[in-house]
């Protein structure tokens, strides 16, 4: 069985965030699959259904960001998952707007959610795919942890939704294709 997780921040407030692009991509894909994340378990909100041939679960933690491993954790524990099985797809500062990068394992970046779960599984051996949101742009001085906070939990520019619209369709394939063709061929294909 496989779980896949989109990271974000649970409420409307949140919903249009930059850090909310996991939950977006996630609702796509559900979408596409026709699964509704329509269950509450494991601090999350969660959908079953078929995913390639595979069962799957699909999953968005309603913790915070910052608590997103209390959640995956509990649904690895719940469904038995393996690790190789887990898949989370969260927001990246450190990569252009729209860019994918997939990668197994490695640290968490600095990213608040992974680094919750890589925590709370004991354990960095699962996939990541990030999607690009970019960092704030100010003068020459040094970007604060407050101007990185306040960047992340604002809404995309209406020209970065277009980039945004355009770049959820390609996150929804490379799910596809690493769950049907593994790693190395969706990082090829999407990095």
Not at 11 to 25: E, T, W
Not at 70 to 97: A, G, Q, T
Not at 129 to 155: C, F, H, K
């Amino acid at each position: 069985m496989k779980l896949i997780v989109g990271l974000g921040n649970p409420g409307r407030g949140y919903a249009s965030n930059r850090h909310n692009i996991g939950f977006m991509c996630l609702n796509y894909f559900a979408k596409t699959q026709g699964i509704r994340l329509d269950k509450k378990q494991g601090k999350a909100r969660t959908g079953a259904g078929e995913v390639a041939g595979d069962k799957a679960i699909l999953a968005r933690p309603q913790t915070y960001m910052n608590l997103s491993g209390e959640s995956v954790s509990r649904l690895v524990k719940k469904f038995d998952i393996n690790l190789n099985d887990l898949v989370v797809i969260h927001d990246d500062l450190d990569l252009p707007l729209g860019k994918i990068r997939i990668r197994h394992g490695g640290s968490s970046g600095g990213h608040k959610g992974i680094d919750s779960i890589i925590s709370l599984l004991d354990s960095q051996d699962f996939s990541r795919l990030r999607i690009g949101i970019g960092r704030p742009t100010s003068g020459p001085a040094q970007i604060s942890e407050a101007d990185i906070i306040s960047y992340v939990l604002s809404d995309f520019t209406p020209e970065e939704k277009r980039t945004v619209t355009g770049v959820i369709p390609r996150v929804s394939e490379a799910i596809l294709c690493l769950l049907t063709e593994g790693l190395s061929s969706a990082m090829n294909k999407y990095n």
